[in-house]
């Protein structure tokens, strides 16, 4: 795995992902990635410390590790979304376990609304918005980007 501060990506001429997963399903999330590597590899990807761990173990590929989802990771895509630095996220979320971050979580999909980020919350969702040809589209992502 390279790791990547968060400062470091600058490239905006990729799309611009997010991966999160609750402890529930990294797994999940670990086996999705090593089936889209070679789309994530086209990406600028992000990830929360322990979804990136998890999925760096499948992947030998550039993440900029963010921090641990409970303490400041979830926030810290917020604020990615709000600064528009986020073109796409996949957060496989376990909403049957209760989360001690419950709060940043709840933000995270409100803040993804009004941004207009796409947002894949399972497996399925993911397929599908990774296989859309818009997903590569990078004057499609400039629009969201420019927006606001």
């Given at each position: 795995?390279?790791?990547?501060?968060?400062?470091?990506?600058?490239?905006?001429?990729?799309?611009?992902?997010?991966?999160?997963a609750?402890?529930?399903?990294?797994?999940?999330?670990?086996?999705?990635?090593?089936?889209n590597?070679?789309?994530?590899?086209?990406?600028?990807?992000?990830?929360?410390?322990?979804?990136?761990?998890?999925?760096?173990?499948?992947?030998?590929?550039?993440?900029?590790?963010?921090?641990?989802?409970?303490?400041g990771?979830?926030?810290?895509?917020?604020?990615?979304?709000?600064?528009?630095?986020?073109?796409?996220?996949?957060?496989?979320?376990?909403?049957?376990?209760?989360?001690?971050?419950d709060?940043?979580?709840?933000?995270?999909?409100?803040?993804?609304v009004?941004?207009?980020?796409?947002i894949?919350?399972?497996?399925?969702?993911?397929?599908?918005?990774?296989?859309?040809?818009?997903?590569?589209?990078?004057?499609?992502?400039?629009?969201?980007?420019?927006?606001?």
């Amino acid at each position: 795995m390279k790791r990547t501060e968060h400062n470091v990506h600058k490239d905006d001429r990729h799309p611009r992902v997010a991966l999160i997963a609750h402890d529930a399903r990294k797994h999940e999330m670990a086996e999705w990635s090593a089936l889209n590597r070679g789309t994530l590899a086209k990406c600028t990807t992000f990830a929360t410390a322990t979804t990136g761990r998890s999925v760096a173990e499948k992947l030998d590929l550039p993440i900029t590790m963010l921090l641990s989802g409970p303490l400041g990771g979830d926030a810290q895509v917020g604020a990615m979304i709000a600064e528009r630095k986020i073109d796409v996220i996949i957060f496989f979320w376990d909403p049957l376990s209760p989360q001690p971050h419950d709060v940043d979580v709840k933000a995270l999909l409100r803040l993804a609304v009004p941004y207009d980020v796409p947002i894949a919350c399972n497996r399925r969702s993911a397929d599908m918005l990774i296989s859309s040809p818009l997903f590569m589209d990078l004057a499609y992502h400039d629009a969201n980007r420019t927006a606001g």
